[in-house]
C-alpha cells in the first residue's frame, strides 16, 4: 500500500507505465515458459527446467529462492489486508491492529495464513479448487474495478501526465513497482499441481 501511495503521489498518472511494464515482463516470462514447455515436454515450473538444463544443485536453489520469495512476498500481501479490509469499512487503517508490548499484532492476517496453510495441508486436488475459484473472483473483481473506473473517471485528473519538465526523469520513479510481478511463476508450478506429468 505504501510502494502505491508513494508512486501514486511522486509520480502522478505517470505511475500506469509501470504497470504497463510489469505486464509486459510478465507476458515475457510467460512466452519464455511457452518455449521451455514446448522443447521439453514435460509440465512444471522452475524446478524442471532449471533441472533439465543446469542440474538439480542449481534446481534445489531456485527453487529454495522462490520459496523465500513467495514467503516475503505473501506476508507484506496479507500484512496489507487488514488495513485495506478497515478503510473498506469506512474505519480507521488501523481498526483491526492489536498493540501488545511494543508490536502490532495484525489477527486478521494470522487467521489468513492459518486458514492458507491448512487448505494446502488438505491436498492438492483441493486446494487447486480454490486456487480456480479464486482466480475467477479476482478477474471479475478487476474487470469490475476497470469499469467502475472507467464510469467515474475524470479525464482533468490526467494533467500534467508526467510530474516533471524533463519527460525521462519521470521514469525513475515508477518503475519500482514494476518487479512486483511474482506473480508469473505461480501458473507452471500450479499447473505442476493440477496436471502432474
Known amino acids: 500500500m505504501r510502494l502505491s501511495l508513494h508512486a501514486a503521489a511522486a509520480r502522478r498518472p505517470a505511475v500506469i507505465l509501470s504497470y504497463a511494464v510489469a505486464g509486459v515482463s510478465a507476458l515475457l516470462s510467460s512466452l519464455c515458459y511457452s518455449e521451455f514447455a514446448v522443447r521439453m515436454p514435460l509440465v512444471g515450473g522452475a524446478y524442471t527446467y532449471v533441472n533439465a538444463v543446469f542440474g538439480e544443485y ?66 492438492t486436488k483441493e486446494s487447486s479448487r480454490v486456487n480456480v475459484i479464486l482466480t475467477l473472483l479476482h478477474v471479475l473483481l478487476v474487470v469490475f474495478i476497470i469499469i467502475a473506473g472507467l464510469v467515474k473517471s475524470k479525464p482533468g485528473n490526467a494533467q500534467p501526465f508526467f510530474p516533471f519538465e524533463v519527460r525521462p526523469r519521470a521514469c525513475s520513479g515508477h518503475l519500482p513497482a514494476a518487479g512486483s510481478a511474482e506473480g508469473r511463476q505461480l501458473c507452471p508450478n500450479t499447473l505442476v499441481e493440477c496436471c502432474p506429468s
Not at 496489507?80 to 469506512?90: E, Q, T, V
Not at 498493540?99 to 489468513?112: I, K, M, Q
Open 58 to 123: 542449481l534446481a534445489w536453489v531456485t527453487v529454495a529462492n522462490l520459496i523465500l520469495e513467495y514467503i516475503l512476498a505473501n506476508a507484506a500481501a496479507i500484512r496489507g489486508f487488514a488495513p485495506y479490509f478497515s478503510m473498506l469499512l469506512n474505519q480507521p487503517s488501523g481498526k483491526f491492529i492489536t498493540p501488545w508490548r511494543g508490536y502490532n499484532l495484525d489477527w486478521w492476517a494470522f487467521g489468513l495464513c492459518l486458514a492458507t496453510s491448512g487448505l494446502l495441508t488438505l491436498g
